[in-house]
């Protein structure tokens, strides 16, 4: 009894005395963050033709794929009973924004996502099949889909419907990330959560997210192949994370100076919290290390002529900065979102569990996935562009 | 009319398949979703003849009354006069029903007496709250305090 009463401060009705969403749940709109903004930038690339991050572009779809095949696996570890998540498609309930969420995934992973790629890749799989054997060949077949149609009329059919799915992707992407928003920003009970700007800001962030993932798996990769990299494609990836991400601090800044106007009911609840509990993650880490500390280096990437190799280090650790910084803005919502009574009379805190199902362990191994995941499509759909099959075949 | 879909045989396969695996789906759904689901709300209409088929397994604060009837008085005459004997023994319907089939396992005093009287801000003043470490210094609750008439 006294432990769990420990780690209280003031008033605290007993529910919510522990949290009930974990580690686990930061992770999730963290990983949806990065598809959706993998994606959006893939998309913006193509629709408006910007040849310069031509190289990135199936990088990052594939890249996209990677993250949201492991998106479901939080909750599921976090609800348990994976076996049940079917039920949501089996009997859908219409009014749960939560339990609606299944078929913008479906949606998102399916028509969208797996459908781009395929056309994206369709003669790559064709001329594979041709020149694999073993099972790699049945592989490539299977994904044929029994057609070895790669005509320049079929591919230009393939070019025209798949810009039409990259359209009707962005929203999707832009409803992907703006849904996890609008699941927090819809608590009316919560003033941590509840606010009409939560999808805006989700969705910007997300975007902040998957371009520094891109730009970071862009600078592994190349790396890692030992390929030169194509400076002005990186250029221009940092510059829209710069954009973009100066959007999105404005409306968090927004937000922030709103709250701090308005100074509602919950206010001083709220303003106590983020000099106390939130201050490591909401002011060191999301402000200052992980916003306006990349935020400058991009800064000074563009005021300054640099060589290539002091600009690549520099994206790399403003990369690496953002990815922590969006990381802790997460846990900000999610965590800081519990971490205060209702009765904006107590506090109480987390301790993240280690080697439970909802522990750091796992959330390590569940960021680790999708790096496995990527390299293992990637080896099945390169996304060089070398690779490229060549045009006239 | 011809010419319009040449080049594209592979999107007509890949449109069969999407038909095959809602046709899939399609399937599986009326094979597992129960009958009736939804007729009364976002459950299974079935499962309320199940539940209330179900042996209750509280006896309810009469049951024990016949047997244990000190125990009842006692209790009646102290603070814990509107605590049910079963909110602190558990569920004792097979008991109740047939004392030889089950006898019931004591509950420990220091793990159940703080469920309901560990001091917490939240609960209302007038309730008897005490700080089980510095109250009873890790004695039983019970070496003072007799169960069934608290007060001392």
């Known amino acids: 009894m006294e432990s769990l009463v420990s780690g209280v401060q003031g008033f ?27 994606f959006i930038l893939a998309s913006l690339a193509r629709v408006f033709d910007v040849a310069v991050v031509r190289p990135i572009y199936r990088l990052s779809l594939v890249t996209a794929l990677a993250f949201l095949l492991v998106a479901p ?27 609606m969420f299944g078929f913008v995934y479906l949606w998102y992973l399916t028509v969208v996502l797996l459908l781009e790629i395929w056309l994206d890749y369709r003669k790559d799989i064709v001329l594979a099949s041709r020149s694999h054997t073993g099972p790699l060949k049945w592989i490539y077949t299977a994904l044929t889909l029994g057609s070895q149609d790669i005509s320049p009329r079929a591919l230009h059919v393939d070019e025209r419907v798949g810009f039409a799915v990259t359209l009707i992707g962005i929203p999707s992407a832009f409803l992907l990330h703006g849904y996890v928003g609008f699941i927090f920003g819809s608590v009316k009970a919560n003033p941590w959560w509840s606010t009409p700007l939560m999808p805006v800001v989700f969705l910007l962030s997300a975007m902040v997210s998957g371009i520094a993932a891109v730009l970071l798996v862009y600078q592994a990769s190349s790396l890692l192949r030992r390929r030169p990299i194509d400076m002005n494609c990186l250029d221009a990836v940092a510059r829209y994370l710069f954009y973009v991400f100066i959007v999105d601090f404005s409306m968090e800044m927004l937000d922030l100076i709103h709250r701090t106007y308005e ?42 002529s640099l060589s290539p190799a002091v600009r690549r280090r520099l994206y790399a650790v403003a990369g690496v900065t953002t990815l922590i910084g969006i990381f802790a803005m997460r846990w900000n919502v999610v965590i800081g979102g519990q971490l205060f009574s209702k009765s904006y009379l107590g506090y109480t805190t987390y301790k993240v569990a280690f080697a439970e199902r909802e522990g750091l362990t796992m959330a390590i191994v569940l960021m680790i996935l999708p790096v496995f995941i990527l390299w293992a499509l990637v080896r099945l759909l390169p996304p060089w562009d070398e690779s490229r099959a060549v045009e006239n075949l | 009319m011809r010419q319009r879909f040449e080049g594209s045989a592979h ?75 079963e909110a602190c023994h558990g569920a004792l319907a097979v008991h109740a029903n047939d ?35 510095t109250h009873s210094g890790g004695a039983s609750c019970v070496e003072c305090h007799n169960a069934h008439q608290p007060k001392l």
């Open chain 2, 99 to 133: 004392p030889s089939a089950l006898k019931p396992t004591l509950p420990v005093p220091l793990h159940l007496c703080p469920t309901c009287h560990e001091a917490d801000a939240a609960k209302p003043k007038s309730f008897p709250q005490v700080a089980s470490l």
């Open chain 1, 263 to 304: 100074a509602g009911q919950s206010f001083h609840t709220l303003d106590f919290m983020v000099h106390t509990r939130l201050f490591v993650s909401q002011i060191v880490l999301q402000i200052f290390g992980g916003t306006l500390l990349p935020l400058s280096i991009l800064a000074l990437t563009l005021a300054f």
């Open chain 2, 11 to 85: 999107l007509i396969r890949l449109a069969v398949v999407a038909a095959a695996f809602v046709l899939l789906f399609l399937l599986i759904r009326r094979a597992v979703v129960p009958a009736g689901f939804g007729q009364y709300g976002h459950f299974r209409p079935a499962a309320l003849k199940e539940i209330a088929a179900r042996e209750p397994v509280f006896a309810g604060r009469e049951a024990c009354a016949g047997c244990h009837d000190e125990i009842v008085q006692a209790k009646d005459k102290g603070p814990h006069a509107h605590v049910g004997c």
């Open chain 1, 73 to 99: 696996l939080p909750l599921q570890l976090h609800l348990g009973h994976p076996e049940r998540s079917l039920e949501m498609y089996l009997t859908p309930h219409r009014t749960s924004a939560m339990a």
């Open chain 1, 12 to 38: 605290m009705y007993p529910n919510e005395v522990k949290l009930q969403w974990s580690l686990l749940i930061v992770l999730y709109p963290y990983i949806t963050g990065l598809v959706a903004g993998a």
